[in-house]
C-alpha cells in the first residue's frame, strides 16, 4: 500500500497523510524494537516523524532526551544521505533539566533546546520545530521572536506549536503578522473519536489560517484498539501506566462512559469488517483539515492496523453513524 502525501498546511512542505510518534521510545519500547517500529513505519511510506525533547513518555528529567538520541542513531545506520529523505519534527517548553531554566519557551531556554535536540538528533536542522505547550509564563512576542531566529539560523525550516487554546494561537498568529516574524504553520492537537473539542474552534481557525494539523492520540491512548476492558485495571507499561502521563491518560478516558462508547464503536467496526483501530484513525483523517495524524506504537505490529487507515475510505452513512455516537465528546452545540 503507498501511503499518500499532502502539503503542511499552506506551505510547500509535502508529508506523509500518517506520521510517526516515537514517545514510547526509550522506555516502554527499547532501541533495538524502536529501530524496527521506525522501520516499519518508514518502509510503508511514512516520512513524516515527530519526537520532542522530553521524550521517552513517562521518563524523569534524567530520561529527557533518550527518544531523540534514538532516532539520531537510527538515521545514521541508514547511511549518508539518509537524514534528507525524511520530515523531521521537535518540540520543546517541558523540563529537561535541574534548573529554573531548563524548561518553558523563554528565549534562553528555546536557543539552548533547540542546539541539544539537534545534537542528540545528529543533525543540523529540524524541519519542523514546535511548542509543546503553551507557556503562559512567557510572552508570547518574546517565545515566538525566538523561533524566528531558530528559522533565520537555519536550525529550523518551519515552526508550530502544540496543546495550544484557539485563542491563544489566534494572539500569536496576529502577533507574528505584526512584527513579520516567521509564521506558525501548523498545530498538534489531541483529537480522536473520544476527545473532539478541537471541532469547535481550533479546527475552524487552523482551517480560516491555512494551518496544518496534526492530531495526537488518535487511539486515545490505545482505548480505541478496543483491547482495554471494563471494570480492569490497566496493564504495567502501557501509556496508562506510565508516571505522570499515565495518571492523564486515566483521567481523560479510563471511565464507564468512554467504555461504553467503545463498545458500540467496537460493534460498528466488526459491522463493517475493519478493525477498530483502522477505523478510528480513518475517521481522524477524514477531516478535511486533518494534514497527519500521529501513529504510535511499542512494537512494531501496532502498526499494521492504524496504516490500513490510509488505505480504507469510510462510507458516509459509517462516518454519520460515527459522528452521531461520538458527538458528546464535542462538548457543545457549535457548528460542526
Aim: hydrophobic letters at 40%.
Amino acid at each position: 500500500m503507498s501511503i499518500p502525501t499532502t502539503r503542511l498546511g499552506r506551505t510547500g512542505l509535502v508529508v506523509s497523510r500518517l506520521a510517526l510518534g516515537t514517545m514510547t521510545f526509550g522506555l516502554q519500547t527499547d532501541e533495538a524494537v524502536s529501530f524496527q517500529v521506525l522501520d516499519k513505519a518508514t518502509e510503508a511510506g511514512i516520512n513524516f516523524l515527530d519526537t520532542a525533547d522530553v521524550y521517552p513518555l513517562g521518563g524523569t528529567v534524567e530520561t529527557t532526551g533518550r527518544t531523540e538520541e534514538i532516532i539520531g542513531r537510527w538515521l545514521q545506520s541508514k547511511g549518508p544521505g539518509a537524514r534528507r529523505r525524511f520530515v523531521i519534527a521537535t518540540k520543546a517548553v517541558g523540563k529537561v533539566g535541574p534548573d529554573p531554566w531548563d524548561q518553558g519557551a523563554s528565549r534562553k531556554h528555546l536557543l539552548d533546546a533547540i542546539d541539544a535536540s539537534l545534537a542528540r538528533l545528529q543533525t543540523d536542522h529540524v524541519d519542523l520545530y514546535q511548542l509543546h505547550s503553551d507557556d503562559h509564563a512567557t510572552p508570547l512576542d518574546e517565545s515566538l521572536e525566538a523561533l524566528d531566529t531558530i528559522v533565520r539560523s537555519g536550525r529550523a525550516r518551519y515552526v508550530g506549536v502544540s496543546n495550544f487554546l484557539a485563542y491563544r494561537l489566534a494572539r500569536a498568529i496576529g502577533i507574528s503578522e505584526l512584527h513579520r516574524l516567521t509564521r506558525l504553520v501548523c498545530v498538534q492537537p489531541r483529537y480522536s473519536l473520544l476527545f473532539r473539542e478541537i471541532e469547535r474552534e481550533l479546527l475552524p481557525l487552523a482551517g480560516e489560517e491555512g494551518l496544518g494539523v496534526i492530531p495526537y492520540n488518535p487511539l486515545a491512548g490505545g482505548l480505541l484498539t478496543g483491547k482495554y476492558k471494563t471494570g480492569a485495571k490497566p496493564e504495567d507499561n502501557t501509556r496508562f501506566t506510565l508516571g505522570t502521563a499515565g495518571s492523564m491518560y486515566q483521567d481523560r478516558y479510563w471511565n464507564e462512559r468512554s467504555f461504553a462508547t467503545v463498545a458500540q464503536l467496537h460493534a460498528l467496526a466488526d459491522e463493517a469488517g475493519v478493525p477498530l483501530a483502522t477505523l478510528a484513525v480513518a475517521w481522524v483523517m477524514a477531516n478535511p483539515r486533518v494534514t497527519a495524524p500521529l501513529l504510535g506504537a511499542s512494537r512494531p505490529e501496532q502498526l499494521d492496523a492504524t496504516i490500513a487507515a490510509a488505505g480504507y475510505t469510510i462510507d458516509p452513512a459509517l462516518k454519520q453513524r460515527l459522528d452521531d455516537l461520538t458527538a458528546e465528546y464535542r462538548k457543545g452545540d457549535a457548528p460542526r
